[in-house]
């Protein structure tokens, strides 16, 4: 019924940047939440940056004033900036929504995962 996707990812040296994008497709009323979260090998899945519907935002520490996360509702499409990357940012990306489902209720969805590699 709802399907998110994502690209952007890629190899980048330290110090780069890349820009993520995450849109949402299929049976939407609306989207509450949207966030990027990311995994590395043998970590625990974080939180990188969260935005609501109506714009408030918040950051994990490790990335606060270097990436950035926006929105176009219109689009139904969630973006995270990235700049100055570090070899810890290496991870895959994923792109989670809270979305209002027609006819059926709200429901977290979680796209496929893109890589982001940073290394020289």
């Known amino acids: 019924q709802v399907q998110l996707v994502e690209s952007g990812g890629g190899l980048v040296q330290p110090g780069g940047s890349l820009r993520l994008s995450c849109t949402a497709s299929?049976?939407?009323?609306?989207?509450?939440?949207m966030g990027w979260y990311r995994q590395a090998p043998g970590k625990q899945r974080e939180l990188v940056a969260a935005?609501?519907?109506?714009?408030?935002?918040n950051y994990a520490d490790s990335v606060k004033g270097r990436f950035t996360i926006s929105r176009d509702n219109a689009k139904n499409t969630v973006y995270l900036q990235m700049n100055s990357l570090k070899p810890e940012d290496t991870a895959v990306y994923y792109c989670?929504?809270?979305?209002?489902?027609?006819?059926?209720?709200?429901?977290?969805?979680w796209g496929q995962g893109t890589q982001v590699t940073v290394s020289s």
């Open positions: 989670k929504a809270s979305i209002v489902v027609v006819t059926s209720g709200r429901y977290d969805y």
């Open positions: 935005i609501g519907s109506g714009g408030s935002t």
């Open positions: 299929g049976s939407i009323f609306s989207i509450n939440a």
